[in-house]
C-alpha cells in the first residue's frame, strides 16, 4: 500500500480509538443509561464509517496500481528506439539516473563531468543535457552553460517534480521538470526527438504536461 494510504488508515484508526476510549471512559465515571446507550450508537456509527473510508481507500489504491502500470507501459512504447543514433551528453555525476531510459531510447550517451565539457567538440545534432539538482547554478554551471549557448549548442535541462529551479537563469533551451515520474521522461523524450524548445512537465510554470 503506499505509504499516503498506510498513514490515513493509521490516521483513522487512531482517532477512532481515542474516540471509543473517551467514551468508556466517560461510561465509567457516568453510569447513565440512556448516555451509554448513545454512546454506543455513536461507536456504531464511527465503526460503520472506519469500513466505509477504508474500502474508499482500498478501491483508490487499486486505481493508484493501474494507473501507475498504465504509465509504465505507455511509456516502454514511446521509449523504445525514440533518440535511435542520437548524440547525447549527460552531464555531472548526477546524470546517472537518465542513463538507462536514453540508453532504451537508442541514444548515443556519454556522461562528461562538467570540468570536462570545455575540452570536448561539439557536433550538429548533439544534445548536452543538465540534470539540476540545486535551486541555482553554479558559476562554473553558469559560465559553461553560457559558452555553450553561445556555441548554438543543443541544451536541455530536467529536474526532479520536488525541485523548482530559477528559471530565468536558463537560456533558450529544452526545459523539463518532474524527470524522477513517468510522465517527466515522456515529456523529455518526446520533445527532444522532436528537438523542441520550452518547458514542459507537472509543475505550474510548464507550458504543457506534454509537448
Given amino acids: 500500500m503506499n505509504p499516503g494510504f498506510r498513514y490515513h488508515v493509521a490516521s483513522l484508526l487512531a482517532v477512532f480509538f481515542s474516540l471509543v476510549l ?45 494507473s501507475t502500470q498504465a504509465w509504465l507501459q505507455l511509456r516502454e512504447s514511446i521509449v523504445r528506439d525514440r533518440l535511435a543514433g542520437r548524440a547525447v551528453i549527460l552531464v555531472g555525476e548526477g546524470a546517472a539516473s537518465l542513463l538507462p531510459t536514453l540508453q532504451q531510447a ?10 570536462s565539457l570545455g575540452t570536448m567538440a561539439f557536433h550538429e545534432g548533439m544534445t548536452v543535457v543538465f540534470p539540476l539538482r540545486s535551486e541555482t547554478l553554479s558559476s562554473a554551471e553558469r559560465e559553461m552553460i553560457d559558452i555553450l549557448s553561445a556555441a548554438g549548442t543543443c541544451l536541455s535541462f530536467v529536474w526532479e517534480q520536488d525541485l523548482e529551479p ?46
Fill in 22 to 66: 473517551g467514551m468508556l471512559i466517560g461510561g465509567a465515571v457516568f453510569s447513565d443509561h440512556s448516555l451509554v446507550e448513545e454512546q454506543a450508537l455513536l461507536i456504531s456509527e464511527l465503526e460503520e464509517r472506519f469500513r466505509e473510508n477504508n474500502a474508499k481507500l482500498a478501491v483508490l489504491q487499486a486505481e493508484l496500481d493501474f
Fill in 106 to 115: 537508442g541514444a548515443q550517451v556519454e556522461t562528461v563531468a562538467l570540468d
Fill in 166 to 211: 530559477a528559471l530565468g537563469e536558463l537560456p533558450p533551451s529544452l526545459r523539463v521538470d518532474s524527470i524522477d515520474t513517468s510522465m517527466g521522461e515522456i515529456a523529455f523524450l518526446l520533445a527532444l526527438s522532436a528537438n523542441l524548445q520550452g518547458h514542459y512537465g507537472l509543475q505550474r510554470s510548464a507550458e504543457r504536461l506534454f509537448p
